[in-house]
């Protein structure tokens, strides 16, 4: 409870009384005249009603003894028991008779009483409330002097003492009763609106705190959040120079995290969030920061670094505690962390740019095969610029139709001619030259843009060959990322129709990569190409796991040996030779054709003669060339073959015919 509610609810509370107090004194006020009001009444009344029956006040106010009928409304008047005194004055105010409960009998010295005189003189009844100052008189009693008018002129006047005590008890009983009832509704009329305000004020602090906490707290787990995160990084970050040392920024993500939710439900996933969270904490040290920053990310602030060692051990706290088997409704999950790190002051001094060095080292511990931690370096940095102006390069390609196509020749080994192109799409650089598909088609894959790439590359090379001599077909290669749609056959079949391209002269290149995802599904797209009539071919075959496993699932026109194979011929154990020949070898007996890639010097040439491949293809035999030198170097391949061999260095654009 805070001060501001003590105050007020003291304050209300003096209110409180006040108002009980004031009620209390309102009433007692208001009995206190009801009660004197009443004793006058009644004494002056039994003051009337003796000058009204007594027919010889006259005569008793001239010293005479009362007649009978007057001494037996004396008597009467005294066994009422409210009357315990009467008194006849003459007109001067002296005193004649007095009736008292012992006697009645003449007064034997008379005594002048002042408010006889009063009433007398201004002809009205004089009323006085009197408290008993001795035993013989009531505790309470009224006087009442009433005066006797005959013929217009005052005769007498008539006392009389009435006993007022009981009514008086009466009166303050009720007085008591009045009051407390008064002043419990007064309690209760203020005390039930001073409740629901004290609920209200509550339940408004309540929301308030709670609004105050999910203002810095991430509501699933508890955790900082990202505004409480900056508030104390920036506190750390200042004093980091008067206190010295080092500060780590750890960025945590946790692997496949999406699985768990795709698998299990969000239920599930929000379970893993609050485990990984209370992981996390018992793996930092208490002075550390930890946040929750979304989704499954989390950052630890790591006071007081030592050096790169310490937080290198905290980081592999981490990943080792994350990697324990989580049960989430009975079944187990495992899931594992990356990890980013960046150091104040080394890597940054203020709060954006060390976020930004941790998060380009969690993008590397990321590419790196996850399940890792990985420092900052200004590589990254370097590496992030360079993706950031790929990207803008792909957007802009996309967006203006920005590719280039290549073309690199196929030739058939067994009659030595040209059988073909590969269409290998380039990526022109701002700076000049090209980027490799190597580098740019993942990315690509990424930004979501390979669907249309892929496209264009499809209907480009189809429009391409349609223009060669008919016994040339042309290769394309196809990503996995165009399968997922479902729609491949589609795009193909558009593709063929639209460039007039007889199917037989497509090949569709694919890599072990697309068929290890859904394969069901994968094949039955396969199976719908093959019956397009075009050519399915395995790509960068025998660089895979189960690369021989497909060969039995799925009847591939041709097989492409890796170049990875080439580069390695001529090494002193002479593995890659045999792993070359077996492969055609099995390529026969399956009854598909082999290409040899990777070609490039002579005595590559000069194995691969040797061998019962179907096609060989390499800089040997021409480096990939834009469209606009095709004719040219068609024409050249039917020219005889020189008497030396090209120097494979020679990055002319011309086709050679084997020999």
Same mark, same amino acid.
């Given at each position: ?22 009620? &209390? ?9 009801? /009660?004197? !009001? ?7 009344? &039994? ?73 007398? $003189? ?26 006797v008018i005959a013929d217009g002129e005052p005769i007498a006047a008539v006392a009389a003492y009435v006993n007022q ?15 407390? =009832?008064?002043?419990? *509704?007064?309690?209760? =009329? ?14 408004? #602090? ?39 040392? %080092? ?16 698998? /299990? ?14 992981? +996390?904490?018992?793996? =930092?040290? %208490? ?32 990943i080792a505690t994350l990697q324990e088997p989580f049960v989430i409704d009975g079944q187990t999950v495992r899931v ?7 150091? $104040? ?14 998060? *380009? ?26 993706? /950031?102006?790929?990207?803008?390069? /792909? ?28 269409? *290998? ?30 496209? &264009?590359?499809? %209907? ?7 223009? &060669?001599? !008919? ?96 580069? $390695? ?15 055609? $070898? ?13 070609? #490039? ?33 068609? +024409? ?24």
């Amino acid at each position: 409870m805070t001060k501001s509610i003590y105050r007020t609810l003291g304050t209300v509370t003096l209110i409180l009384l006040a108002l009980i107090g004031m009620t &209390w004194t309102t009433v007692r006020f208001a009995t206190e005249h009801l /009660l004197y !009001e009443d004793a006058r009444s009644t004494a002056r009344q &039994w003051a009337q009603n003796l000058a009204e029956n007594a027919g010889d006040l006259e005569q008793i106010a001239s010293g005479e003894m009362p007649t009978s009928a007057s001494m037996a409304f004396f008597q009467w008047a005294q066994r009422s028991g409210h009357v315990f005194r009467y008194e006849i004055y003459n007109r001067e105010g002296l005193s004649q008779l007095v009736s008292t409960r012992e006697q009645i009998a003449p007064v034997g010295v008379s005594e002048h009483s002042p408010e006889a005189s009063q009433a007398i $003189a201004e002809r009205r009844a004089i009323v006085l409330i009197k408290e008993g100052a001795s035993p013989d008189l009531p505790t309470f009693y009224a006087e009442a002097y009433v005066p006797v008018i005959a013929d217009g002129e005052p005769i007498a006047a008539v006392a009389a003492y009435v006993n007022q005590a009981e009514e008086r008890d009466r009166f303050y009983a009720t007085f008591v009763r009045a009051a407390i =009832a008064l002043c419990a *509704l007064t309690a209760l =009329a203020f005390l039930i609106p001073a409740g629901a305000w004290y609920r209200r004020t509550k339940e408004k #602090e309540r929301a308030d705190e709670q609004i105050r906490y999910l203002a810095h707290h991430d509501a699933m787990t508890g955790l900082d959040n990202r505004h409480q995160l900056s508030e104390k990084l920036q506190r750390a970050l200042v004093a980091l120079p008067e206190r010295g040392g %080092k500060l780590a920024l750890h960025y945590v993500d946790l692997d496949h995290f999406k699985d768990v939710n795709d698998m /299990l439900g969000h239920d599930a996933g929000d379970a893993l969030l609050q485990l990984a969270a209370e992981r +996390l904490r018992m793996a =930092a040290r %208490k002075k550390d920061v930890v946040a929750r920053i979304g989704g499954d990310e989390f950052t630890i602030v790591q006071i007081d670094a030592a050096d790169k060692s310490e937080a290198e051990a905290l980081a592999q706290r981490v990943i080792a505690t994350l990697q324990e088997p989580f049960v989430i409704d009975g079944q187990t999950v495992r899931v594992g962390a990356s990890v980013g790190i960046a150091m $104040a002051p080394t890597d940054a001094i203020d709060i954006a740019q060390l976020m930004r060095c941790a998060d *380009l080292a969690l993008y590397k511990a990321k590419a790196d095969g996850r399940n890792c931690a990985r420092f900052f370096s200004s590589q990254l940095d370097i590496d992030k610029q360079a993706r /950031l102006a790929m990207e803008q390069a /792909l957007r802009h390609a996309v967006a203006n139709d920005g590719f280039d196509l290549e073309f690199q020749p196929v030739y058939d080994s067994t009659n030595k001619t040209l059988a073909g192109f590969e269409a *290998l799409i380039r990526l022109p650089s701002f700076e000049g030259g090209t980027i490799s598909p190597s580098v740019f088609i993942p990315v690509a894959e990424e930004l979501g843009l390979i669907q249309y790439i892929g496209t &264009w590359v499809l %209907k480009r090379a189809c429009q391409t060959a349609a223009t &060669w001599p !008919e016994h040339l077909s042309v290769a394309v290669n196809m990503s996995p990322a165009q399968f997922n749609t479902g729609n491949v056959c589609e795009v193909v079949a558009l593709a063929l129709r639209e460039s007039g391209l007889e199917p037989r002269r497509l090949e569709l290149e694919i890599t072990e990569g697309l068929l290890l995802g859904d394969t069901e599904a994968v094949m039955k797209q396969l199976n719908g190409l093959k019956k397009l009539g075009v050519s399915i071919v395995m790509d960068d075959f025998g660089t895979g796991y189960s690369s021989l496993s497909y060969l039995w699932r799925f009847h591939f026109d041709k097989i492409k040996i890796d170049r990875s194979f080439m580069s $390695a011929y001529g090494d002193a154990n002479g593995n890659a030779e045999t792993i070359v020949k077996t492969i055609v $070898a099995l390529g026969r007996s399956l009854n598909m054709q082999v290409t040899v890639e990777g070609v #490039e010097t002579d005595g590559q040439a000069t194995f691969v003669r040797n061998l019962d491949a179907d096609e060989v293809q390499g800089f040997y035999y021409g480096r990939p060339m834009p469209e606009s030198a095709l004719g040219a170097s068609m +024409l050249a391949a039917l020219r005889p073959e020189p008497t030396e061999p090209k120097d494979p260095s020679d990055t002319s654009t011309t086709l050679r015919k084997t020999g």
